[in-house]
Nanobody, 125 residues
């Protein structure tokens, strides 16, 4: 059984920063391609960022390029999303996702097997 545990969401003013974390619990002997998606009220879930199982490759949505950085910790099964220069339009519930079948990075939600519970990010103007 694999569980993803997210943390780091919160309320921040526009221009501020937050760092989200996601830890894989359970089958930690495996390597996972991982991703972040977000969903704002009334909108569909959208891709934010992805990282390959090795951490060597990343991909970002155009809307966050240059502002967000996705990285792996020394513990290969913990990942971080550093979010800088936050904007009100970044407000959403952010979900971590993991996949054990592909090298990644993976940009579509259907490619992922495991999902976290979500963490709220609110950016005030």
């Amino acid at each position: 059984q694999v569980q993803l545990v997210e943390s780091g969401g919160g309320l921040v003013q526009a221009g501020g920063s937050l760092r989200l974390s996601c830890a894989v619990h359970g089958r930690t002997s495996r390597s996972y391609a991982m991703g972040w998606f977000r969903q704002a009220p009334g909108k569909e879930r959208e891709f934010v960022a992805a990282i390959s199982w090795s951490g060597g490759s990343t991909d970002y949505a155009d809307s966050v390029k240059g502002r967000f950085t996705f990285s792996r910790g020394n513990d290969k099964n913990t990942v971080y999303l550093q979010m800088n220069s936050l904007k009100p339009e970044d407000t959403a519930v952010y979900y971590c996702a993991a996949d054990a079948s592909h090298l990644g990075p993976l940009c579509y939600p259907d490619e992922y097997d495991y999902w976290g519970q979500g963490t709220q990010v609110t950016v005030s103007s």
